[in-house]
Structures are given as C-alpha cells and as structure tokens.
C-alpha cells in the first residue's frame, strides 16, 4: 500500500507500506520534488544499461528526507508549517517514509533501526527549527 500524507493540498509525507508489490517502474513523488521516490519490481534477466548522471544545476529549498525501516517500530507524527499537529502512523521493519514538508517527531516504540537519506551537504542546525511535539498519550494514530 502507498499512502500520501497530505494537509492543506500540500504533500507532508509519502509512505510506503512494506506490503507494496507493483511490477514494472512507478515513481510516487511530483517531478518538482527535489528527492524522488520509485518502485521497481523487474523480473530476473531483466537489464538496466548502465549509465552516468549528467550533472544538472538543481536548487533545493527544503531538505527532504527518506528514511527506511529496517527493524522496529516507530511512531511518526506529522505537523503542519506553523507547527500543530496533524496526526500519527506506525512505521513497521520495511517501510519506506519520504518526508516532505511540515514538521515531524519521532518515538521509537521498539528498539528500531533506520536509514536515512537527505540531500546535501549538511547544513547543521541551520537546517531546522525544533519544537515542543506532543506526548504519546495524543497521538492521534491512524492506521
């Protein structure tokens, strides 16, 4: 399953289920989007010739980042811009969460292991703003 996570027509997260079985290519995120989330599911024998990224002049306003649940769980919780917040999902071992825009907060709910990925270069606490998030007795999961 795919979930778009989205407040006031803006695009907060893209989740994608562990369960998710598509064949061929598909690409979850808008072109504009300055990180990109895809799918492939190919046969075996099936090719990719290889290639080079020729070097394209892109400019990032908003750090994106996709993180990858490698065992555990964990409790995201979505926020808007101004910083309220919206509501919760569980994150289980194989899911996949591009973050895009809002705020967001973490609660592990089992020892969990993930992987991120952002673009660069780091820019430090330049980066974000960090807030007062709700407990875990208000959130608002949603399956």
């Keep these: ?3 778009h996570i989205v407040h006031a ?3 907060l997260a893209v989740l994608l289920h562990a369960d998710y ?5 598909r690409f979850f995120t808008p072109d ?3 990180q990109q989330l895809g799918y492939m599911n190919r046969p075996q024998g099936y090719v990719i010739p290889p290639h080079v990224h020729n070097p394209v002049a892109r400019e990032v306003h908003y750090t994106k980042e996709v993180l990858f649940i490698k065992s555990g769980r964990v409790r995201v919780d979505f926020y808007d811009d101004d910083q309220r917040y919206l509501e919760s999902r569980v994150l ?3 899911d996949v969460l591009l973050l ?3 705020g967001h907060g973490f609660e592990m709910l089992e020892p969990t292991e993930m992987i991120e990925v952002k673009q660069g270069p780091y820019a430090g606490e330049a980066d974000k703003t960090r807030f007062a998030g709700i407990s875990a007795d208000e959130a608002r999961i949603l399956p």
């Design 1 to 3: 399953m795919i979930e």
């Design 9 to 11: 027509d803006r695009t």
């Design 21 to 25: 079985r598509q064949e061929g290519i």
């Design 32 to 34: 504009d989007f300055s």
């Design 92 to 94: 289980r071992q194989g």
């Design 100 to 102: 895009a825009y809002g």
